[in-house]
């Protein structure tokens, strides 16, 4: 275990590059390898998400390597040439990669067996079984569908409309990779937009995706078989992991910092309107475009913030961040209420009791529901602090109580940082060269 203890930090400053977006470096990996030719990703985030995929894609046939320099190089396979795996395939603990690389074993006439971790293997599959049989692949798995399961290839996969059930880029992304090997056109249907990497990445390796609105929602499809040429992919700063040093920022009394070249796709920047509605001093300079996706410098300073409503609608463009976004709202002025949260109980932990029983812990009131949190925010500088949260292979539960620990009367501590890993290897070092003092060691206190 790799005990982290967060204490009371002010001041916090500089200029941090925070680590390559983890949906885009999947994906540039996954595409990579069903192209042709060569791709070269620069800014790969090497978290061990990222790394479960690139080495399930070895093991399906694919060439994936890390240059001296930092830049992955994939040699692609072309669509459907990916072979049987050996041995087990072993998503660690990437949802991610599991539903995204089912999707494409989807449409590959081939078997394989595949599992996770703890957090993992308690994860809803079943939301990708079900469009995938459509598609003609057939999987036996235990009761709901979870890991391990052993998936079949359709070895000729229809293409099919499919209405999402749930608002989930992973979903869409695994109906729209199964279509990829499927002759015609593979709609998903999807009730509220999602992250749209897959469709900028697929076009910028030549296929055909066309976004069109339908009568509740969007459709987004895909025509198969298309030649995918491998291309160069420069990944910007993971807006998620941003999140982190962000709200340390605005709740450590005189912070000022800037986090450059970090995406700001307007499907994932619900967190960066929440906060600025709340009062938050955020500036995004620098707008531009990278490699087909919108990046921009952004600056944070601390602020007195207030209590807010979110609207439920607004959940698919920040649903990794109400972890952290709790934490800004128990250190706001007043009552914040998240709503339409119930995707936030299948993430790598149940995160809406783990963020409710954690302030609690940490002296904040919160009522939690079903699928709604309501946070009765303490004022800057009166979170009490004091407890030891249990991350439960959680990251963004690990990094979003750190965060709080810095703005606490009283240390927080993380009873094992290591799932940190999985998306922000360097996340405690980035934060000690800001001024935060994150430690490792021991805390008596409160478990929550
Ligand atoms: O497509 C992706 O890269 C992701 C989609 C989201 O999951 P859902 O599709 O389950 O909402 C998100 O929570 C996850 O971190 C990454
Ligand atoms: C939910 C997450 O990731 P995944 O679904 O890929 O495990 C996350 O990173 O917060």
């Known amino acids: 275990m790799t005990r982290l203890v967060a204490h009371s930090s002010t001041s916090l400053s500089g ?3 925070v680590p390559g977006d983890k949906s885009i470096s999947h994906r540039a990996l996954i595409f990579g390898a069903l192209a042709v030719g060569e791709t070269r990703v620069e800014g790969l985030l090497e978290g061990e998400d990222v790394r479960a995929t690139a ?6 046939g694919a060439e994936v390597r890390r240059n001296v320099d930092g830049v992955w190089q994939v040699f692609g396979v072309g669509i459907g040439g990916l072979h049987e795996p050996a041995d087990l395939l072993d998503f660690g603990n990437s949802g991610t990669a599991a539903r995204l690389l089912l999707g494409v074993l989807a449409g590959h006439p ?5 599992t996770g971790d ?5 994860r809803p599959m079943g939301r990708i079984v079900e469009p995938l049989k459509g598609m003609g692949a057939s999987f036996v798995a235990r009761s709901g569908g979870r890991l391990p399961l052993a998936i079949t290839g359709a070895s000729a996969p229809a293409p099919q409309t499919y209405r999402l059930p749930v608002a989930s880029a992973q979903v869409k992304s695994a109906v729209l990779l199964a279509g990829l090997a499927a002759p015609g056109d593979t709609t998903a249907l999807e009730p509220e937009p999602t992250r749209d990497h897959s469709e900028r990445m697929l076009r910028a390796f030549g296929a055909d995706v066309r976004v069109e609105a339908a009568e509740d929602g969007r459709a987004v499809t895909v025509t198969g078989q298309p030649e995918l040429m491998g291309t160069a992919v420069t990944v910007p700063g993971d807006p ?3 999140a982190f040093p962000l709200v340390a920022g605005l709740i450590c009394a005189g912070s000022d910092l800037t986090l450059p070249n970090v995406g700001v796709n307007p499907l994932r920047t619900g967190l960066f309107e929440t906060l600025t509605e709340m009062g938050a001093d955020l500036v995004l300079e620098n707008r531009r475009e990278l490699a087909g996706e919108p990046v921009a ?4 300073r601390s602020s007195a913030l207030t209590g807010i409503e979110v609207p439920p609608a607004r959940a698919p463009a920040m649903i990794d961040e109400y972890p952290v976004l ?3 709202a128990a250190c706001a002025e007043g009552t914040s209420v998240f709503r339409g949260l119930g995707e936030l109980r299948v993430k790598e932990s149940d995160r809406l009791t783990a963020v409710a029983r954690g302030l609690a812990a940490c002296g904040v009131a919160v009522e939690e529901t079903e699928d709604s949190l309501t946070v009765h925010g303490r004022g800057p500088g009166r979170v009490a602090g004091g407890a030891e949260i249990k991350a439960d292979l959680d990251h963004r539960i690990a990094m979003a109580f750190l965060v709080l620990g810095l703005a606490g009367q009283a240390p927080v501590a993380i009873d094992d940082a290591r799932t940190i890993e999985t998306s922000f290897p360097a996340f405690a070092d980035l934060m000690r060269g800001l001024g935060a003092d994150i430690r490792a060691g021991e805390m008596a206190g409160e478990t929550a």
């Open 55 to 60: 080495r399930v894609l070895s093991q399906l």
């Open 15 to 17: 200029c941090v590059s």
């Open 326 to 328: 709790a934490v800004a």
């Open 297 to 300: 410098d952004l600056r944070v």
């Open 110 to 114: 081939l078997t394989a067996f595949a």
């Open 118 to 122: 703890a957090s993992l293997r308690r």
């Open 240 to 242: 998620s992991s941003a």
